[in-house]
């Protein structure tokens, strides 16, 4: 809800206490990606051995500063989660006002899940490890289901936010959010199926800043209709 006062023939438009926590929460959703996409980059080009063309992000947190990248998991996930939280309460009621909300949730804790769970080591990297895919350990497993989950529920929210935007005559976002979706997807399977491939680990990253910049658009265009 917001109210409009009038002062000396200027107008002025204030939220109420509601609205206001609503679009704090919303504020998180625009910048858990810039966030998260600055610190990976910044680590990608300054550690030594890692080559983003064979390396996946989640391989930045192993090694002596692989804390950074463990607190930038930590740290997205929870603004995701808050982002969540708001985008339940600007999209209700209506149609995906429950089902997207709780898969964007879904994607923040699987953040959360990976940065508790390291990848493993492989490919040359951290310097010192054999080339090769290496083996897996039970937290790169964790690790791994943590990211298809997630990855999977948050390319599903583009295609219900697709819906929403439909019924609400968007067509323009409608049609957005379902390309989006379908991008990240095809990224996502190219780096499942490509493990190691210069071309599938550069799709999939692309597809992970894709769907960040999604969903930021997503929270300003809520932050601007929270009322």
């Known amino acids: 809800m917001t109210t409009t006062t009038h002062t000396l023939g200027s107008t002025r438009t204030a939220c109420d206490p509601q609205t206001r926590v609503t679009k704090s929460l919303l504020g998180y959703g625009v910048l858990a990606g810039p966030f998260y996409v600055t610190v990976a980059l910044a680590s990608a080009f300054t550690r030594d051995g890692f080559d983003p063309a064979v390396h996946q992000w989640s391989m930045l947190a192993l090694g002596e500063h692989g804390w950074i990248q463990v607190a930038n998991f930590v740290i997205t ?20 006002a429950r089902w997207a909300p709780r898969l964007v949730a879904a994607y923040g804790v699987s953040l959360l899940a990976a940065g508790a769970f390291r990848a493993d080591a492989a490919y040359g990297f951290p310097a010192g490890t054999p080339d090769g895919p290496g083996e897996v350990s039970w937290h790169g497993m964790l690790h791994l289901m943590a990211g298809s989950v997630g990855f999977t529920c948050l390319a599903v929210a583009c295609f219900v936010m697709a819906r929403r935007y439909g019924s609400d005559g968007r067509r323009g976002w409608a049609i957005a959010s379902r390309t989006v979706g379908v991008l990240f997807l095809a990224g996502f399977g190219a780096v499942a199926a490509g493990t190691g491939a210069a071309a599938a680990n550069l799709a999939f990253t692309a597809g992970v800043v ?18």
């Open 77 to 96: 996930g929870l603004m995701v989660l808050a982002f969540a939280v708001g985008l339940r309460r600007s999209l209700a009621p209506g149609r995906g």
């Open 210 to 227: 894709t769907v960040f910049g999604w969903l930021a658009a997503v929270a300003v265009d809520q932050y601007r209709t929270a009322s």
